[in-house]
């Protein structure tokens, strides 16, 4: 199985702010067929299902605001929230999508400095 | 719109079995794999498996094989997930979840989520 392994498991940051998360796989992700990265993050606020945020590691959904960004290839990888807003403070998983059983990140806690 | 409605939440006893329904709506059905995730409490994400509705197809964790199985009803549009013998630590939320299509091709991550069935295992 691919271990997903994120960092920090939490994260103080500013209003305003950039918050940087990231995460690891421990093989890669990077599918040759396609030239690529089979990794995804999701947004959770408690109580309510995850929602998907970035795929292929740097194509964010429709409707997520541009603040958000994803960037990294093979086994590394990081979610940028550029000017961080109160209602980004929640958890935040990643997930590769590579093999099965497609596997999740522990999940980093975003609160506010 | 496009949802998932999932069933409402579950007590079991230890050993017991639990099936958990998610309706489809607002797109084709059969179109679109879904695939079950789990959520202890307080903890993080746990994908179990997925099913193809249009031909049944389905594959789960080697967790949970033998255990959890996955089936669909095509003229509801519903997607079932059964779970037996059931321990204290599958007390969890359970999601399903619609796997992404574009135009031209789908990949196994997940766009539209229900709101996950509770289930709850205590003697």
């Known amino acids: 199985d691919i271990v997903m392994t994120q960092s920090p498991d939490s994260l103080a940051v500013s209003l305003g702010e950039r918050a940087t998360i990231n995460c690891k796989s421990s093989?890669?992700?990077?599918?040759?067929?396609?030239?690529?990265?089979?990794l995804a993050w999701y947004q959770q606020k408690p109580g309510q299902p995850p929602k998907l945020l970035i795929y292929?590691?740097?194509t964010r959904e429709s409707g997520v605001p541009d603040r958000f960004s994803g960037s990294g290839s093979g086994t590394d990888f990081t979610l940028t929230i550029n000017s961080l807003q109160a209602e980004d403070v929640t958890v935040y998983y990643c997930?590769?999508?590579?093999?099965?059983?497609?596997?999740f990140g522990q999940g980093t806690k975003l609160e506010i400095k | 719109q496009v949802q998932l409605v999932q069933s409402g939440a579950e007590v079991k006893k230890p050993e017991a079995s639990v099936k958990v329904s998610c309706k489809a709506s607002g797109y084709t059905f059969t179109g679109y794999s879904v695939h079950w995730v789990r959520q202890a409490p307080g903890q993080g994400l746990e994908w179990m498996g997925w099913i193809n509705p249009n031909s049944g197809r389905t594959h789960s964790a080697q967790k949970f094989q033998g255990r959890v199985t996955m089936t669909r009803d095509t003229s509801i549009s519903t997607a079932y997930m059964e779970l037996s013998r059931l321990a204290s630590d599958d007390t969890a939320v359970y999601y399903c979840?619609?796997?992404?299509?574009?135009?031209?091709?789908?990949?196994?991550?997940?766009?539209?989520w229900g709101k996950g069935t509770t289930v709850t295992v205590s003697s």
């Open positions: 093989q890669s992700v990077l599918y040759s067929s396609n030239n690529k990265n089979h």
């Open positions: 997930q590769q999508y590579y093999s099965t059983p497609y596997t």
């Open positions: 979840a619609r796997e992404y299509c574009s135009s031209t091709t789908c990949s196994p991550f997940m766009d539209v």
């Open positions: 292929w590691a740097s």
